[in-house]
Structures are given as structure tokens and as C-alpha cells.
């Protein structure tokens, strides 16, 4: 068996930079609701306005540093820094200037991470692993979510009809020894969750050897769900690549 953990939240694993929550300097030309990037944590930079979104995804990539929207609030912020007389502003839009720079000088560590089409990401930091849920491709933030709720959806439609509720879930999703005891249906959920992500042949080069719970397999499931809100991409179901609306600016 492999090793249970800790939950940490989405948030609690990134870097932390100063004036990270600021939305004052948000370009005005991004305000908009036709702004659409193919990096999920551009798109939550732009739902919130915030910018540690957008120095968390350069981190995570650093093509986004050519990303449209990146350009933009780069430029926005260099003009500002030029036009304006107030001196708290100018000290505020320095820092957020070099934290571009400084998201750049972090950047994520792929080989330590094994992404899976589930949704889940093993990573290792060098001291902890710890399993999360994946921001690109956004496809798989969404899997996520939308498989857990397929399988609360599946619940109530055989509680609906009346059916053994173990036996039809252990023959439909091919498990055992369910506990269909609880009152929620996302603790049931979690646990065919948890238990076909244990089952999964992993990445030959994983060796985190991590043992997801239901416990964990819910609350992963409830930072992603809270993470997408507001958000959507758009995809070729047929493809294995992320497409983005050409009607959209970009």
C-alpha cells in the first residue's frame, strides 16, 4: 500500500508573491467577457482579477509570458508605471512588474509531477508528495469534477429506481467492498473515486507511491469545483488536444 497524506489546498501548494490578491491594476481593455486564453490560470486571472493567477500559470508555463492577455497587463502596467505621479501606485506596480519576472525564475518542475487523464496530479517537491488536481490541460480540471458528479448523479438515479445501490455501483464501476452506508452520495462518491485512482497503473517513473483516500479524493474534488467556478473551455472531444473559440479575442 502506498502512502496516505495530509489535504492541502490548491492555493497552500503555489509560491507566494506580494500584492498577489491586488485586482486595482486589472487592465480595463481585459474586462471583458469575450476574453478567453487556452491556459486555464490566465482565464482564473481574468475571472478574478487578481494577479497571482497570472504568475502562477507563467510558473507553470512559461510560454504564457506570450499569452495575449499576459502582453497586455504587461503593458498596461509599464504605462502606468510611466504616467503615474503617486508614489504608493508606482511602488505597488513595481512589485507587480517583478513578479513577472520572478514567476519566470520559478518555474514548476515537471519531471517531479505525473499528470494522469483522471485529473490528478502525483508531485513531489523534494521533501513531500502530495496529489492535487490539474490546471493544464484545463480538460482535465473539468474531468475531474465532471466524472465525481457523474458518480453522485449515478447514486441517486439508482436510489430513484430502487435498485441495490453496492451492486449495481461495484458492477459499474468495478469495484469492491463499497461502503454504501453513508447519507451523502459524494461520500460514496469519493470512495469509487479513491479506489479506481489507487487501481490505475501509474507513470513507470512515479515513484511517489501515494495512497489516495476518500477523504482526499472529496476535498480534491471540492477545491476543483470551487477552482473552476466561472471558468469553461472548450474542447474536440475527438481530439487530445484543447481548442479555444476563434470568436472569442484572444
Not at 54 to 82: G, H, Q, R
Request: glycine share 2%; net charge negative; aromatic share 14%.
Amino acid at each position: 500500500m502506498g502512502n496516505s497524506l495530509e489535504y492541502r489546498t490548491f492555493e497552500s501548494l503555489q509560491n507566494s508573491y506580494d500584492y498577489q490578491d491586488n485586482s486595482a491594476f486589472f487592465p480595463p481593455a481585459l474586462d471583458n467577457e469575450n476574453c478567453f486564453s487556452r491556459h486555464l490560470l490566465v482565464n482564473k486571472f481574468l475571472n478574478t482579477k487578481e494577479p497571482k493567477f497570472l504568475f502562477w500559470s507563467i510558473e507553470a508555463d512559461s510560454n504564457v509570458i506570450m499569452d495575449p492577455f499576459c502582453v497586455e497587463t504587461v503593458n498596461y502596467w509599464k504605462s502606468m508605471l510611466i504616467d503615474s505621479i503617486d508614489e504608493s501606485k508606482r511602488e505597488i506596480i513595481e512589485t507587480l512588474l517583478k513578479n513577472i519576472g520572478l514567476g519566470l525564475s520559478r518555474q514548476r518542475k515537471l519531471t517531479d509531477s505525473y499528470h494522469y487523464d483522471s485529473g490528478f496530479v502525483n508531485n513531489f517537491d523534494g521533501e513531500n508528495s502530495y496529489i492535487s488536481f490539474e490546471v493544464h490541460p484545463p480538460r482535465r480540471c473539468f474531468r475531474l469534477v465532471e466524472n465525481f458528479e457523474k458518480i453522485v448523479n449515478k447514486i441517486n438515479q439508482i436510489k430513484i429506481l430502487g435498485l441495490d445501490l453496492k451492486l449495481e455501483l461495484e458492477a459499474k464501476y468495478k469495484v469492491k467492498d463499497l461502503n454504501v452506508n453513508f447519507s451523502e452520495p459524494s461520500n460514496i462518491a469519493a470512495q469509487v473515486m479513491s479506489i479506481n485512482y489507487n487501481d490505475l497503473k501509474k507513470n513507470i517513473n512515479d515513484k511517489t507511491n501515494l495512497f489516495l483516500t476518500p477523504y482526499i479524493a472529496e476535498e480534491i474534488y471540492k477545491d476543483a469545483k470551487q477552482f473552476t467556478l466561472g471558468l469553461e473551455y472548450i474542447v474536440d472531444t475527438f481530439q487530445v488536444v484543447d481548442y479555444w473559440s476563434p470568436d472569442k479575442k484572444r
